[in-house]
């Protein structure tokens, strides 16, 4: 869950004014969460606060209190004037907003089936477009097959398998790519610039260089790159890791750290537990809460 609020903080300042490059200052004074990482820690407070229980009434009080609590993170008016309404029902979006959020979901469950079920209860309250409820399966079903050690292959497969073609260029990417706050437009290139990365440093700074929707963008491929790069169950992508020099590795934690001084406390304490409840997966010296 992390990896999504890192590539939100990163991504934001290039939302608006893309870069279309890989060489750019990871953090700086303007770098800031987004309701990308608003709407992600609400769900997450409600997994701590309820556990499984799927009670889509409390759900859309999370999501409305959160959204009221930092309406300036970059909600979209129409979503700001639902929150500000009596309505709870859901209002058939495909927006990129289900598959930002969903992070949590696969380190709450416990198999595939439950992923699946979490990632249907948590989406369908807003977007309950079918594009939107796929492409929320889709990331929360891969995060959770990385969690537990699935290669990039495995990914690919079960993807184009099941989902999404992904038959992209970066260099095409980088030049055509445009604005774009769909599921079925910007989630597919999120899986694409994952499959591509060579480290963790690198899938940020490459899901940047497209350009689009940066801090959504951003958001969806770190939380794939996070529990792939991170996580000692992925033999593959942590060996990538360990392989890095120590600069490398420090530049990895000192990024961490710099994205987590951007949020108040009261989110931190909110990752923090969450941390501490359900990631028994990623490597703990790279994430540090406390300094």
């Known amino acids: 869950m992390i990896g999504a609020l890192v590539g939100d903080v990163i991504g934001s300042r290039f939302e608006f004014n893309n870069i279309k490059s890989k060489e750019f200052e990871l953090i700086t004074d303007e770098s800031r969460f987004t309701d990308d990482s608003v709407l992600t820690l609400a769900i997450a407070k409600y997994f701590l606060d309820n556990g499984k229980k799927l009670d889509s009434l409390k759900l859309i009080k999370y999501i409305k209190n959160f959204a009221k609590t930092y309406a300036n993170a970059g909600f979209g008016p129409s979503f700001l004037r639902r929150v500000n309404s009596e309505n709870v029902l859901p209002y058939n979006s495909y927006g990129n907003g289900a598959p930002m959020r969903v992070s949590s979901v696969s380190y709450v469950a416990n198999s595939l089936e439950e992923v699946k079920k979490l990632s249907y209860f948590v989406t369908s309250i807003t977007h309950n477009h079918?594009?939107?409820?796929?492409?929320?399966?889709?990331?929360?079903?891969?995060?959770?097959?990385?969690?537990?050690g699935a290669t990039k292959s495995d990914i690919k497969e079960f993807i184009t398998k099941n989902y999404y073609a992904l038959n992209y260029s970066y260099d095409d990417l980088v030049k055509n790519y445009k604005f774009d706050v769909s599921t079925q437009n910007s989630l597919p290139e999120a899986f694409y610039i994952f499959l591509i990365s060579d480290n963790l440093i690198d899938a940020i700074r490459t899901s940047v260089s497209i350009g689009g929707d940066t801090d959504t963008i951003g958001d969806m491929v770190m939380s794939l790159a996070f529990p792939y790069y991170l996580n000692p169950k992925s033999k593959e992508g942590y060996k990538v890791t360990l392989s890095l020099s120590e600069d490398k590795k420090e530049e990895i934690k000192n990024v961490i750290k710099g994205v987590l001084n951007k949020f108040p406390k009261e989110l931190i304490e909110i990752c923090r537990l969450f941390e501490e409840r359900y990631d028994k997966y990623l490597d703990k010296n790279y994430i540090k809460f406390n300094d």
């Open 130 to 148: 079918p594009e939107a409820i796929k492409g929320a399966e889709a990331l929360s079903s891969s995060i959770y097959m990385l969690l537990n």
